[in-house]
């Protein structure tokens, strides 16, 4: 019955692909940078960006899919690096290699009088060697072909190949402030340009759907909703649009028409995301009726789509907790907080549901670890207990911003039985270790991750992913992971680290108390007094 019950978690376990990553293609396999001005024309400044977004579509379009720019900066965000400074070609591989792409282009755009020239390279990100560079010039106006022609030569297709039919491209001044839109550094300014190329092209839909995401960052629903609404049903973005009109629509709690719009893209082509975001107007509307069904059965449904996903599986185990099923909520929820160890709401519910089951001391080391992560569970203790589900508060579920992606499943651990747990988890502990001895560092915290899966409280494979994520700038990452690895067990290696992280990232004040706890661990440490004194030397804000 055990070993039923693990072969089960385990086929759901799939190899780590990073969340920017996901959308609702296949996945990117080329991450394409902006190209660096060259020479003095400042038009260069806003077609650096541009030249990559028109490269990455038409990568698209001959079936190498790029990463988004959207899931580019965000990417960047999570790694901590500047996404529009100049950075290291070994930063740009790591970072390239973090994101899980084969392919990493970056180049140079410049402009003579009205000639332009855009000239890149690609680089295999494992092997690391790059390819002789593509250069193709024009016209400025023909920016969208001598783009075309260069993201033809990346893809290796033959010269002369009869182009990939697309929509009509806009003129390079709607283009223009388009891309200006993007880049642009505060929403006024963003949507000041953005409106401007609406109106020279009513009909443009990156600039219509770049619209719905800054008015969506900035709480104003009601226009993403009609920028998403713009979007003309004939253009190859209209799922996209509709899918982003039915977020608008849950955001404004209009959850009839909400509930229209996901179920007419679930009669067209059903996804893991919209199985997903069914189940979040289920579970917020007012009444559920037979006819509409129960939130649970369309979390099941995504989780089948998308057993990747650890959201759907939160969102699953969240629903069982609100329709008082507490077996089913704790076995989710545990499956939950074995693929996501530092995700506090996760280890918050599930205590409140082992409590309800009568699991005392199990729900208060979860309780524990919930506080450790995060000062807000505090907070949702001393709730009042609502309509009996023990002061977890209500609309917690989480939406799906864009449509999932394929399964990736991995094999190795499908078959794992729980006399094979611990040894399988040594082995994949062992294997990451001499991958970080090697400086693989994108390999060794796969490893460490499916140890983690097996033996999710395990203090040395924390450590162990900990020191990795120091080490490949991942500060936030790396200080969750070190904080569950002393809420497991005491360390003077992980005081240190987590110290150290948390100065590099700017605060001094919660790295002071662990450099101070390090010193009484081990007081003649020349290592610990040295942190110390450089903790208290550094003040808040300052690396």
């Not at 009869?162 to 949507?191: C, H, N, R």
């Not at 900990?466 to 200080?479: E, K, T, Y």
Request: net charge neutral; charged share 25%.
């Amino acid at each position: 019955m055990i070993a039923r019950w693990l072969r089960a978690c385990l086929l759901l376990l799939l190899v780590a692909v990073p969340a920017a990553a996901q959308g609702p293609a296949a996945q990117p396999t080329v991450l394409v940078m902006p190209l660096r001005p060259t020479g003095g024309d400042p038009r260069t400044l806003w077609l650096g960006e541009g030249a990559a977004l028109l490269i990455g579509d038409a990568l698209q379009a001959v079936g190498r899919p790029a990463v988004a720019r959207t899931d580019r900066v965000a990417a960047f965000d999570a790694l901590e690096l500047p996404g529009d400074g100049e950075l290291s070609r070994a930063t740009l591989l790591r970072a390239a290699q973090v994101m899980g792409v084969r392919d990493l282009v970056t180049g140079s755009v410049d402009i003579t009088g009205e000639t332009l020239t855009l000239a890149v390279r690609v680089v295999q990100v494992e092997a690391g060697r790059g390819f002789p560079e593509i250069r193709e010039q024009g016209p400025l106006r023909d920016v969208f072909a001598i783009a075309a022609r260069v993201a033809a030569a990346i893809a290796g297709v033959p010269p002369g190949a009869p182009p990939v039919s697309s929509e009509a491209t806009p003129s390079l001044e709607v283009f223009e402030a388009f891309v200006k839109g993007l880049v642009a550094e505060t929403p006024a300014t963003q949507l000041r340009f953005l409106e401007q190329a609406v109106k020279g092209a009513p009909g443009y839909a990156p600039a219509h759907l770049a619209i719905w995401e800054v008015c969506t960052e900035e709480e104003q629903h009601t226009r993403a909703l009609a920028a998403a609404q713009a979007v003309p049903a004939t253009s190859r973005a209209s799922r996209r649009a509709r899918f982003a009109a039915g977020l608008s629509l849950i955001h404004l709690k209009r959850w009839d028409d909400a509930f229209g719009a996901f179920k007419v893209l679930l009669d067209e082509s059903p996804t893991a995301a919209v199985y997903n975001n069914l189940g979040v107007i289920q579970a917020r509307r007012a009444s559920v009726t037979a006819q509409t069904g129960k939130p649970a059965w369309y979390f099941t449904k995504a989780t089948e789509a998308a057993p990747e996903s650890a959201d759907h599986v939160f969102n699953l185990g969240y629903a069982y907790w609100l329709d008082k099923d507490g077996p089913a909520a704790i076995y989710w929820l545990r499956e939950m907080v074995r693929r996501r160890p530092a995700d506090g709401e996760a280890h918050f519910v599930l205590a409140a549901a082992l409590q309800g089951a009568s699991s005392s001391a199990e729900a208060s080391r979860e309780r524990d670890l919930a506080r450790q992560l995060a000062s807000r569970f505090d907070e949702w203790e001393k709730r009042p207990r609502e309509d009996g589900i023990g002061g977890v508060p209500r609309g917690l579920e989480r939406l799906s911003e864009a449509e999932s992606m394929p399964v990736r499943v991995d094999p190795a651990l499908v078959t794992a039985t729980q006399q094979e747990y611990q040894q399988l988890a040594r082995f994949h502990y062992d294997r990451g270790q001499r991958l970080a001895e090697q400086q693989q560092d994108r390999e060794a915290i796969a490893e460490f991750r499916k140890s983690l899966y097996l033996s999710p409280y395990d203090a040395e494979t924390h450590l162990a992913l900990g020191r990795v994520l120091v080490r490949s700038g991942r500060l936030r990452d790396a200080i969750e992971s070190l904080k569950i690895s002393l809420w497991s067990a005491e360390s003077l290696q992980a005081r240190l680290l987590l110290a150290e992280a948390l100065l590099s990232s700017g605060d001094p004040v919660a790295a002071a108390p662990h450099a101070d706890r390090a010193l009484q661990l081990a007081p003649e440490s020349t290592e610990a007094k040295a942190l110390a004194a450089r903790v208290r030397a550094t003040p808040p804000g300052k690396p």
